[in-house]
């Protein structure tokens, strides 16, 4: 049951970053996009077990 | 020499003397059967506990002892100091511990139990949480026996003073053995 | 291509890159820490060996044990419970690479909160890294966090339910081992690894079990041993002979009602007189100023000595701070008291430990005299600790 709960935790991190990198591709302001950058990051790194 | 300056001489020093009695504290004595308890819950109780061991007076040890437990007993051994964690190791609030020492305090004055306060605590055991307990238990004390480093403020021997309560101040805690011995033969 | 959708991928390229270097770093904690045991250790094994549900998982932290000739009692000592207490750990590193045993048995765990020391906690400008002089070169270690890391265990829940009281706590204390124990087998991964001490402290038939723990200098309990209510005589046996050193220590009863803490599951689960012992660590010092490794070696700190002259500070506390040395010297010497009171109540099964480094021993030569160079570690193929 934890380690379900975990994995759709995950799993929404990941959805949540493909969201953001699709919006950094969609905006056109260059300080909105810089901010969508700065935020896929950590979503990256916990998807990957890193952080 | 001749008869006059003598009797002078002799005037003089038992003037002194019995200047330096007057201000010299009469300590007084101890009798058991004794209680030992706590004003505040810290563990300082078990510390004067293995003291009382070690000077070889017995005792029977009550946290939280209440006005009942001083039947047939003589003195009140009563260890000044707060403790949160204390408080919570047996299950009472603040108010319901000040209230508790408070009664016993009361019950020992009107049964003639004499009541000896320490504080080993030292400056931990001092401040605004502990002082209330501090000052109840020292302020109902036939003697006060405590750690310099809770007194560096005077705190107990001011209360000492103007209580005229006989008070030994020791550097550590193993030292309150010595006094010990001497106010419960 | 428009002009966004290339900024977009120059971008995603810097993210990248900057992930790449930041994902290295924090990758590198993943490194374990080299210990390198000395003679007096008889046997070495893993904690999974008390506990099955822990193999291959994070939390297979080393076990050393000690064991004399004569039979006699056993000592656990934890460290690392919280891997941003470095006194704990030190203590313990100290104990495996220096000391050894006459008589019984010492069960020595320096880094309990074993995936505690892959992350530092967030928002605290913690060193990852900080090391020990010896006489020459030095020693490095990890400086963790407080608790295990998310990566291991996640999400945290918005209330922590203790098993198997009910307790309600702060939902981030789930991954806080002071606070699972006695743990359960299937449980979250801290629970596991809770479990798994419990289990050793039972299986091994422990006497006498003590954590080594941290706090910040302005936390009423420091500077102060933690007893189970069946341990308080020890523990105030110990009291009076560190005071004979010098070394002020207050006793402190360990709370009813305050479950998951060692000093009560311990205690209460177990035959084992169970203790914990505070130190004060200015890294973890709410009013600190900046943080170092050198804070955490020196424990020096203008803004504490503000705090100081104005009484905010629990502990002893002047221009010579709080030097890590003193800090392992109390444990030591701590150690040394409980085991002296313990010996004092139980002489038929005595613990007998030799070549524990004193108080004074710590403070005068540093505890770098008392770890091993890393050319005395046999394993060692690299020069990495210079």
Redesign the interface.
Same mark, same amino acid.
């Given at each position: 049951m934890l380690a379900v709960l975990h994995w759709i935790y995950i799993g929404i991190v990941a959805l949540v970053a493909l969201v953001v990198l699709a919006e950094i591709f969609r905006e056109r302001a260059w300080y909105h996009q810089l901010a969508y950058a700065l935020i896929l990051l950590p979503l990256v790194l916990r998807v990957l077990h890193i952080k | 020499m001749t008869t006059y300056p003598k009797i002078v001489a002799l005037v003089i020093v038992l003037a002194v003397l019995s200047r330096a009695c007057l201000l010299a504290q009469v300590k007084p004595r101890f009798e058991k059967p004794i209680l030992l308890t706590s004003a505040g819950q810290? &563990?300082?109780v $078990? /510390?004067a506990? $293995?003291?009382l061991k070690k000077a070889q007076i017995e005792s029977t040890v009550k946290s939280l002892a209440q006005p009942a437990d001083l039947a047939g007993i003589r003195t009140l051994v009563i260890v000044a100091g707060y403790?949160? +964690?204390?408080l919570? &190791?047996a =299950?009472i609030s603040r108010d319901e511990e000040m209230a508790r020492v408070k009664a016993l305090l009361a019950a020992a004055a009107k049964a003639g139990v004499r009541v000896l306060t320490m504080h080993l605590?030292?400056a &931990?055991?001092r401040?605004n949480q502990s002082d209330d307990f501090n000052r109840v238990a020292a302020e109902a004390a036939t003697y006060l026996l405590v750690v310099k =480093?809770g007194n560096e403020d005077q705190f107990f021997g001011d209360i000492a003073r103007s209580k005229k309560i006989p008070i030994d101040v020791v550097d +550590? /805690?193993?030292s309150a053995v010595v006094p010990l011995q001497a106010v419960i033969p | 291509m428009q002009a966004h959708h290339a900024r977009a991928l120059l971008l995603l390229a810097l993210t990248a890159g900057f992930g790449y270097l930041a994902g290295r770093d924090f990758g590198s904690m993943h490194r374990p820490d080299r210990i390198i045991p000395g003679s007096g250790v008889t046997q070495q094994t893993t904690l999974s060996r008390y506990s099955p549900h822990l193999l291959g998982a994070s939390g297979e932290t080393p076990v050393y044990i000690l064991e004399g000739k004569k039979p006699g009692g056993t000592l656990a000592i934890l460290g690392g419970v919280h891997p941003n207490e470095a006194a704990g750990f030190l203590s313990c590193a100290v104990i495996v690479e220096h000391a050894a045993v006459l008589q019984g048995r010492l069960i020595v765990i320096p880094q309990a909160s074993w995936g505690g020391y892959t992350c530092t906690d967030p928002m605290e400008a913690y060193p990852q890294q900080y090391a020990i002089p010896l006489g020459e070169g030095e020693r490095t270690f990890r400086y963790g966090s407080r608790g295990m890391n998310p990566v291991d265990q996640w999400p945290d829940p918005l209330v922590y339910l203790h098993y198997p009281s009910g307790q309600q706590l702060s939902g981030i204390e789930t991954r806080n081992l002071n606070r699972c124990f006695p743990g359960r087998p299937d449980g979250t991964y801290t629970e596991r690894v809770a479990h798994a001490i419990q289990q050793m402290l039972q299986s091994e038939d422990v006497d006498i079990a003590v954590d080594l723990h941290e706090a910040a200098p302005e936390y009423?309990?420091i500077?102060t041993i933690? %007893?189970h209510?069946r341990g308080?005589?020890i %523990? %105030?046996?110990a009291?009076?002979s560190l005071?004979?050193e010098d070394l002020?220590y207050?006793?402190? @009863?360990?709370?009813? @009602?305050?479950r998951g803490l060692s000093h009560r599951e311990w205690g209460d689960a177990t035959d084992a007189y169970a203790f914990l012992m505070e130190t004060g660590n200015i890294m973890q010092g709410r009013l600190r100023g900046a943080t170092s490794p050198e804070l955490l070696l020196t424990g020096v700190d203008p803004m504490y000595l503000k705090a100081a002259r104005i009484?905010m500070v629990?502990i002893p506390y002047d221009s010579t701070g709080v030097p890590l040395n003193v800090r392992v010297g109390r444990h030591l010497q701590g150690l040394r008291a409980l085991v002296e009171g313990y010996n004092a109540l139980h002489p038929e099964r005595p613990i007998g430990i030799t070549q524990l480094p004193s108080y004074a021993e710590c403070v005068t030569s540093g505890i770098g005299a008392f770890l091993n160079a890393p050319e005395a570690d046999p394993s060692s193929t690299s020069g990495e600790d210079q």
């Open positions: - | 810290s &563990a300082d $078990t /510390i506990s $293995t003291l403790s949160s +964690k204390g919570g &190791a =299950g605590g030292g &931990a055991r401040g =480093g +550590k /805690i193993s | 009423p309990v500077n933690v %007893a209510e308080m005589e %523990a %105030a046996s009291v009076l005071e004979l002020q207050t006793l402190e @009863r360990s709370p009813v @009602r305050f009484g629990k």
